[in-house]
């Protein structure tokens, strides 16, 4: 009999999995990301003058698993947001400078509610491609059984 399970020396249903758990885990790493980011939207200096919490972007990137065959995504990076902070005043606030100015973070809550939104319908998206995959495992060995 011959195994249907491997063509060319890769499970395909394998990769598919590998593939969709790798999206799964870097868009988890993306939601942590905007959650950290929105817990400090409002985080000031601690220091006069001083700068506040600085909004972090994950980016990604492709690899192969060479053990699999399977294309992977992975957070490559987590930076720092370089875009300007946003200006208050009020000179009787603790971070407030000798002008009365203190700086907030530059987050904006759309821009990371979106970006939670985005990474929520890509990892279902990921889920159901791996569910997907494991159904049709199933069906295959109820197929090699009967």
Do not use: C, W
Not at 26 to 55: C, F, K, W
């Amino acid at each position: 009999m011959m195994d249907i399970s491997t063509v060319d020396g890769a499970d395909p249903l394998a990769q598919a999995i590998a593939t969709s758990a790798s999206g799964m885990r870097a868009q988890a790493t993306r939601l942590r990301i905007v959650a950290e980011n929105l817990a400090n939207a409002n985080a000031t200096a601690s220091t006069p003058g001083g700068d506040p919490y600085r909004r972090k972007v994950v980016t990604f990137e492709q690899v192969l698993d060479r053990s699999s065959g399977a294309g992977l995504v992975r957070p490559a990076r987590i930076t720092r947001d370089s875009s300007p902070f946003r200006i208050e005043y009020d000179p009787s606030h603790p971070a407030a400078n000798a002008q009365g100015y203190y700086k907030l973070p530059n987050v904006s809550e759309v821009i990371e509610t979106a970006d939670a939104r985005e990474a929520q319908r890509s990892y279902e998206a990921n889920l159901s491609a791996l569910s997907e995959a494991r159904t049709m495992i199933t069906k295959t060995l109820d197929i090699l059984k009967a």
